[in-house]
């Protein structure tokens, strides 16, 4: 199935390892150039050597995403870089503890909320303008299936339910305009240096394998190369007739009908 984005310009945030790099290395696939960003170099540095060696043209940046003067000057030297971006990849994310709303901190909220809601929302608010001029663009959230039924901490599952209600609400407004907005809603995916590898590292194999079992209906973990065929999907012109969607990618995990 040809995607028909061979040349556009992607940005995917958080893109050095995890969900964020798969991202990166299913858009590079189909001959996107991708731009990626990651708060550390080393492994940034790694992730954009295997980009290059698609032959596809690669940015990186080293960017803290919690400064808006830092993500307005990531999206300029992308354009500057690469070109308009015409497809979004917001993946930077993050957790604390596993606490509940009376146990978090209101720092708690204003972190977690910071990291996974308001740098997605900066981004989108610099480069909707471009995308809808064009009369194209694509922008893929990830989320997670706790954004959508109960299931991680408190300030962790509100970040990701607001990120998904602020995909429906722009996907729905932007829509005229030949851009698309959604979600994606991962379940428990193991990648190196992610949440469940610590899980599995800090626990017995007996509290592990009772968490898959009660838990993962397939009898694993997932992994990260179906997240970044989900996003290449959403991002391709195939997907034209899909926005304020949200995708599940979880191997049946979540609960939630809708």
């Given at each position: 199935m040809d995607l028909g984005i061979k040349g556009k310009t992607a940005l995917v945030t958080g893109g050095s390892r995890g969900l964020g790099r798969q991202s990166a290395l299913a858009l590079?696939?189909?001959?996107?150039?991708v731009a990626i960003c990651a708060r550390?170099?080393?492994?940034?540095?790694?992730?954009a050597d295997e980009l290059r060696a698609t032959?596809?043209?690669?940015?990186?940046y080293v960017a803290d995403l919690g400064d808006e003067s830092e993500t307005t000057a990531l999206t300029a030297s992308v354009e500057a870089d690469l070109g308009p971006i015409d497809?979004?990849?917001?993946?930077?994310?993050?957790?604390l503890g596993t606490s509940d709303l009376v146990n978090s901190s209101i720092d708690d909220f204003h972190m977690v909320?910071?990291?996974n809601l308001w740098s997605a929302v900066a981004l989108m608010k610099l480069v909707l303008p471009g995308m809808q001029q064009r009369q194209w663009g694509r922008v893929i959230n990830i989320s997670s299936i706790f954004g959508r039924e109960y299931g991680g901490t408190a300030p962790y599952m509100t970040a990701k339910a607001a990120m998904i209600a602020v995909s429906k609400h722009t996907g729905m407004t932007v829509a005229p305009d030949g851009v698309t907005v959604?979600?994606?809603a991962p379940g428990s995916i193991l990648h190196a240096g992610g949440t469940w590898e610590r899980f599995i590292e800090n626990n017995t194999?007996?509290?592990?394998d009772e968490f898959i079992a009660r838990n993962l209906p397939m009898g694993k973990f997932?992994?990260?190369?179906?997240?970044?065929?989900?996003?290449?999907?959403?991002?391709?012109?195939?997907?034209?007739l899909i926005t304020g969607a949200c995708l599940n990618v979880d191997g049946g995990q979540s609960h939630n009908l809708f």
């Open positions: 590079a696939a189909e001959g996107v150039n550390g170099e080393q492994r940034l540095n790694q992730t032959g596809i043209n690669v940015g990186a497809i979004l990849v917001n993946n930077v994310g993050g957790s909320m910071n990291a959604n979600s994606v194999t007996e509290v592990v997932g992994w990260p190369e179906p997240i970044g065929a989900a996003v290449a999907f959403l991002a391709s012109t195939q997907a034209d």
